[in-house]
């Protein structure tokens, strides 16, 4: 997945190369306790997205414009895109890369 994008209230929204904030703010999500209060859970499910679009975008705003269903499939499609941009650097850094010469 090249874009990670999204519709809100009519309006495409496209997200910008991520920052380290937004692969920071879904490994503490993965590693939480997943019993969380069923609120909580979507506004933070949002929190993760919205990190994703940085100011163009807000939990509120997906709160407010998604389905229910559509935030998890959504959180689902960024958490894959941050990943797969992390994963497909760190295939392209050469190989033994900074080991010793020896």
Same mark, same amino acid.
């Given at each position: 997945?090249?874009?990670?994008?999204?519709v809100?209230?009519?309006?495409?929204?496209? #997200? +910008?190369t991520?920052k380290?904030?937004?692969w920071?703010k $879904?490994? &503490?999500?993965? *590693?939480? =306790?997943k019993?969380?209060? #069923? +609120?909580?859970?979507?506004?933070?499910y949002?929190?993760? $997205?919205? &990190?994703?679009? *940085?100011? =163009?975008?807000?939990?509120?705003?997906?709160?407010?414009?998604?389905?229910i269903?559509?935030?998890?499939?959504m959180?689902?499609?960024a958490?894959?895109?941050v990943?797969?941009l992390?994963?497909r650097?760190?295939?392209?850094l050469?190989?033994?890369?900074?080991?010793?010469n020896?």
């Amino acid at each position: 997945m090249d874009e990670l994008k999204i519709v809100l209230d009519g309006v495409e929204h496209i #997200a +910008p190369t991520p920052k380290a904030r937004a692969w920071r703010k $879904i490994m &503490e999500f993965d *590693g939480q =306790d997943k019993d969380i209060a #069923a +609120p909580d859970f979507l506004e933070k499910y949002a929190a993760v $997205i919205a &990190e994703c679009f *940085g100011d =163009d975008v807000t939990a509120d705003m997906i709160l407010d414009s998604l389905d229910i269903d559509d935030i998890l499939v959504m959180y689902r499609s960024a958490v894959q895109w941050v990943l797969g941009l992390l994963h497909r650097k760190l295939d392209e850094l050469p190989k033994n890369a900074g080991a010793a010469n020896g």
